[in-house]
């Protein structure tokens, strides 16, 4: 099912989720690895934390 379907929509389960978590979650669970996050450090960047 990993392989075939797309991730659920954060929003699916917490309607109340912030955008910029749901743009961070959705990007993480791509299929395509070009898609993702390459490194830890590329998303901490991303939160801001690193």
């Known amino acids: 099912m990993h ?29 395509e690895r070009g898609e993702r996050w390459q490194t830890a450090a590329e998303m901490a960047a991303a939160l801001g934390t690193g």
């Open 3 to 31: 392989h075939q379907e797309k991730a659920p929509d954060v929003t699916q389960f917490r309607k109340d989720a912030p955008e910029g978590l749901v743009g961070l979650v959705t990007r993480a669970l791509q299929k």
